[in-house]
């Protein structure tokens, strides 16, 4: 009998167990207009229970046990949500609408007609949560959809949506990109960013894959202060794509001109309430318009995104990149270093050179037939390695205050050997050809960077007056060592029209040295936006920088004045307080003007030696903005102006020993940066970005006074239009067109009295078609429409010329 009780027992409760209902929460957040608001944390009170919202502003909570729940829903420039839901069913389906904080950050969504309404872009080096209206600085943020809608490839072509930034070069054929911005070249120094971590240094690496970006933020002046050590100019922090609590994705081919391929999946999964991931995977093999070069480009991206707690996110993301393709130093031949022949004076032989005055001139017969000429031998190769990974934690501490923290970590390795380098090619000409006597080169490096910043910000009122400030905190590694290799003069001969020469085979090096450089920083910064009034914000900083670093070269050989087994050390440190202030006064919620100081340093990281023989601290830039942010008609029309003052000093000849450097001034810029966008009709946006810079260096110095820096041009203009038809028989069809026009620039400065190449202006468009139809779109686009001839020069050694036009088709399904 008690164990037909004791059973009676169990089954009652085995189906009262499993006979609870179980209940599911779906719906979506909304802003106060009915946009969408995507990473919106949605959570269960009293549980652990709790997704963040998807792009397109839904989430789905399931397995809740209780018909009626408390939940609390919340967003960073909006005011939290607490709501007691009744589930009367299996499946309740709810929308929430979360009302914005007038004095914290308004993020948008960022959909076609407000990409370049930069007012109102959510910047991630902005941890102070105030508008970038409020802040006395400017900023750019080039949204996803902007990036997809114009099919951009490189960060290049993103740039030419950003006013103030200029390609500088592209890296010896495309091996890499490096910019210039406000008239100073970002080259060599570390500031590109990836979610606000440095990676990367050395131009040699390779171009960062778009598919991994969420957005682009271009911050210029000081207004990346919480990053370290940044340039002056400005400073390119790309946003990589985050996963959502959604499983969807999207798969793409990419076919174009010569060959090019380009596959692409991007796919997110839902792995629970609390755990999502993303991939991204790439191949880019193509053939090129510059005979027998060819690229292979693989890469890799996953990201994890944890809800450790109603008010914690943790995110985890790392990337792998290969990156093979030949060095292309492009056709570098001037006239004034084309050998013509010899002459003897006074048992001295001396060669005479086609050219033997004014400035270089590209040699005459170089004309858009032989812009696919390849140079190199046929062994030339260049393959690099990256990987990243970055985490990243933010906590909502309480009403007021919000930590963040992120680490990163950059491994790079390349190694090249080529030949065709112009700044060791001899020319001599014969006959009709060019005889051209190349140098074998080779050489291996690896660089590991390491970075970590902590960030706390926080709300308070001090004399009824409200206060934002960050306390920030970073620390900054990197690691170089470098393999060198003893170069091979006179390796072999070709000629510049005669393509049958016979070309040597690679062979063997010897290693010269081992580069070993190093270098540490640690900076503390405080940062306060105090609102004297509803109208009037003063933003005041001042970041302490404390750096140290040295570099070893180890001699396996006599080489250069030094002899094997010698190893030359040098040592440098240093301390620097760089402070910052500006103005921003506010005459509607979308209408204000601004005025800012900005101290930068710059570290004597190449140890010139001052008058006394010790080495010289570091030198500092000084940098004045007035602007205006404008919108008008409820965002129809967007305006941004910018006048910026940059003085930047540098090491200049001492006056009493030429051999030896003191501070002296460097280069002084003027410049002028404008921003306009409408969307004066359903369905059409313009946009438009000027610049002028007006930059010379100053006495003393390497370069000739009153000179223009390298590849700065004086005037640039961008634009962008877009036209979707939204109804008739072109409904799902939109139209685009859009390109930059570049000034004359310089392709080397006037170094030790040269006369340098001047690059004429140009002007490039690019336009496509777009077709969208369900979760299925095309792009065709066309690059070059205008089949521009121009090239891309660093000084003497690299002249490359740009793309011809090129055709791409896109086809994309989303699922």
């Keep these: 009998m008690k164990g037909i009780y004791f059973f009676t027992l169990m089954l009652f409760i085995t189906s009262v167990m499993y006979g609870q209902k179980s ?118 943020v080039i949204g996803k959809a902007l990036l997809e809608e114009q099919q951009v490839l490189t960060l290049g072509e993103a740039m030419q949506n950003v006013s103030g930034i200029y390609q500088f070069n592209q890296g010896y054929g495309g091996v890499s990109e490096t910019f210039g911005a406000r008239g100073l070249s970002q080259r060599y120094l570390g500031f590109m960013f990836r979610d606000g971590i440095r990676f990367g240094t050395n131009q040699y690496l390779s171009v960062p894959e778009i598919q991994a970006f969420e957005k682009v933020e271009v911050l210029k002046g000081g207004s990346a202060i919480n990053f370290g050590q940044i340039s002056p100019g400005a400073t390119i922090n790309y946003v990589t794509k985050k996963p959502f609590f959604e499983t969807k994705g999207s798969v793409a081919l990419r076919y174009g001109s010569y060959d090019f391929i380009k596959p692409i999946l991007d796919v997110n999964f839902k792995l629970s309430d609390k755990l999502a991931f993303r991939y991204v995977s790439t191949a880019e093999i193509a053939n090129s318009f510059r005979e027998t070069v060819k690229s292979r480009r693989y890469f890799n991206y996953a990201a994890f995104r944890y809800l450790a707690s109603e008010n914690t996110t943790i995110d985890l993301n790392l990337e792998h990149l290969k990156d093979e393709r030949p060095f292309d130093f492009g056709l570098p031949i001037f006239e004034d270093r084309i050998i013509t022949g010899y002459t003897t004076n006074g048992g001295e032989t ?24 390849f140079l190199g031998s046929p062994f030339n190769n260049r393959t690099a390695n990256q990987f990243n990974s970055n985490l990243i934690v933010n906590s909502k501490l309480n009403e007021n205050w919000n930590f963040r923290f992120v680490g990163g970590a950059s491994i790079s390795e390349y190694d090249f050997v080529r030949t065709g380098s112009g700044f060791y090619n001899k020319y001599e000409l014969e006959g009709d050809d060019i005889k051209i006597t190349r140098m074998l080169e080779k050489q291996a490096m690896q660089e590991d960077v390491f970075g970590m910043q902590a960030n706390l910000t926080g709300d308070f009122a001090v004399l009824g007056m409200k206060n934002k400030m960050s306390f920030s905190v970073d620390y900054d590694n990197r690691n170089q060592q470098t393999d060198f290799y003893a170069p091979v003069p006179n390796f072999d001969v070709i000629y510049l029209f005669n393509q049958n020469t016979p070309q040597r085979e690679l062979i063997d090096q010897d290693k010269t040295y ?58 440098y440190d240093d301390i620097a307080f760089t402070p910052a202030v500006g103005l921003t006064y506010k005459f509607t919620d979308s209408n204000a003007i601004f005025a800012s100081y900005t101290n930068s340093f710059n570290p004597n990281s190449r140890f010139r030696l001052g008058e006394d023989d010790q080495i010289l601290p570091s030198f500092f830039t000084n940098q004045f903005e007035i602007g205006t942010k404008n919108s008008f008609l409820k965002d129809k029309i967007t305006t941004n102006a910018t006048y910026f003052i940059i003085n930047d000093n540098g090491y200049i000849t001492s006056p009493t020993r030429p051999e030896r450097f003191v501070i002296g001034p460097g280069t002084k810029i003027r410049g002028l940066e404008f921003d306009f966008s409408t969307t004066p009709v359903d369905g059409l946006l313009i946009s438009a970005n000027y610049t002028y810079t007006d930059a010379k260096y100053g006495a003393g110095g390497f370069f000739k006074e009153g000179t223009r820096p390298q590849q700065t041009p004086m005037h640039q203009l961008g634009f962008w239009s877009q036209y979707k038809f939204n109804r008739g028989v072109l409904k799902n069809f939109s139209v685009n067109l859009g390109g930059q026009y570049t000034g004359e620039r310089l392709g080397n400065d006037f170094y030790r009295g040269n006369n340098p190449y001047v690059q004429e202006a140009y002007m490039l468009l690019n336009t496509g078609v777009t077709y969208q139809y369900k979760a299925f779109d095309v792009n065709l686009r066309v690059s070059n429409l205008l089949d521009e001839f121009t090239f891309f020069a660093y000084r003497y050694g690299s002249v490359n010329p740009i793309a011809p036009r090129q055709f791409s088709i896109v086809t994309r399904y989303k699922f």
Excluded: C
């Design 23 to 140: 209940y599911t929460l779906k719906g979506k957040v909304l802003g106060n207009h009915g946009a969408p608001i995507e990473n919106a944390s949605v959570f269960i009170t009293k549980t652990n229970k709790g997704v963040y919202t998807n792009t397109n502003g839904e989430f789905s909570l399931s397995a809740i046990k209780n018909s009626k729940i408390d939940i609390v829903i919340s967003k960073v420039g909006y005011y939290k949500l607490k709501q007691t839901v009744s589930l009367l069913s299996e499946v309740t389906t709810r929308n929430f609408v979360l009302k914005v904080k007038t004095e914290d950050l308004n993020e948008v969504v960022v959909d076609a007609s407000l990409q370049m309404h930069k007012n109102k872009m959510s910047v991630t080096s902005n941890r102070l949560g105030a508008k970038p209206i409020d802040m006395p600085n400017s900023s750019d």
């Design 350 to 373: 001396t060669p005479v050179y086609l050219q033997q005055s004014g400035r270089q001139r590209l040699y005459s017969k170089i004309t858009k037939d032989l812009r696919g000429r």
């Design 514 to 571: 081992l580069g070993d450089s190093r270098y540490q920083g640690f900076g503390v910064a405080v940062q306060n936006l105090l609102s004297i009034t509803e109208q009037l914000n003063l933003l005041a900083s001042v970041r302490m920088d404390v750096i140290d670093g040295n570099t070893k070269n180890t001699y396996l050989q006599d080489y250069r004045g030094n002899s094997q087994g010698d190893v030359v050390n040098r040592e």
